[in-house]
């Protein structure tokens, strides 16, 4: 499947003087539990901020940059509809994101194997019966989507049966980033810092390293999440033990851009034809 990029949300939420909320922030959306939730975007430097969710009211201040981000205290499960209240103290129009829940966010990547809906397979009777308004998905941050039979077979299949699954299992409100293009190799999703932390890669020359990492994920950090799924191989299903080492660069560079900590990692491997 040939590869199609998409615009980078880093150029979506650029640093201006009309404030604006990063566009991962829309109806619809899960933040992660357990764990402080960042709420960033950009404003005219020195703008004052106040961010209310629940019975939390955060404050803080766009920097020299243009960027600002407020941290929430960690938050519990919840299936019941929130809204989330952004104020700049400028006199601009506060920003409210409705029907929001809290549970557990999975980011979604790979290739192909990640990439395909479910309506690209037979899953025409999951499809019908897929009325799970508590899991959600946004493609590249690009607007959440809550699952139904109308929506779902626009899903990714992995992450659809993936977050079905751990959902029918804990009954915890389900976000899945989906961060997936076919036909891709594993080196352009690396982070730097996982190719300069990696022995057996630092020496290695290769111009992909980092491209869609920088273009399709770096743009949703730091959004709170629980962890990885991961869908990949066939692109380098031929080349052995050094694979390996890419994966490894992988889980310890996102794991350490990510400031979260050593979060889950799922992977499936793709052997050779």
Known sequence: MAAVLMIPLSTLCLAQDNPALNRLFSDHMVLQRDMPVPVWGTAKPGTKITVKFGRQEKTGEAGTDGKWLVRLDALKASAEPAELTIKFLTGD???????????????????????????????????????????????????????????????????????????????????????????????????????????ALKGIANADYGKLFTQLTQPLIPFAIKGVIWYQGEANADEGDIYMHKMIALITGLRKVWAQGDFPFYFVQLPAL
């Not at 799970?132 to 959440?144: A, D, L, M, S, V």
């Not at 993936?162 to 299992?169: A, C, D, L, T, Y």
Request: with cysteine; glycine share 12%.
């Open 93 to 199: 129009k506060p920003v409210t994101i409705a029907d929001i829940l809290v549970g557990d966010v999975w980011l979604c990547s790979g290739q192909s194997n990640m990439e395909w809906g479910m309506n690209k397979f037979k899953t025409e009777e999951d499809v019908a019966k897929a009325d799970f308004p508590k899991i959600r998905q946004t493609k590249f941050g690009n607007g959440w989507v809550v699952c139904s039979p109308q929506t779902a077979g626009e899903f990714s299949a992995t992450s659809f049966y993936f977050g079905r699954r751990i959902f029918q299992e804990t009954g915890v409100p389900i976000g899945l980033l989906y961060d997936a293009v076919g036909a891709t190799k594993i080196e352009s999703w690396i982070p730097p810092e996982g190719v300069m932390g990696s022995l």
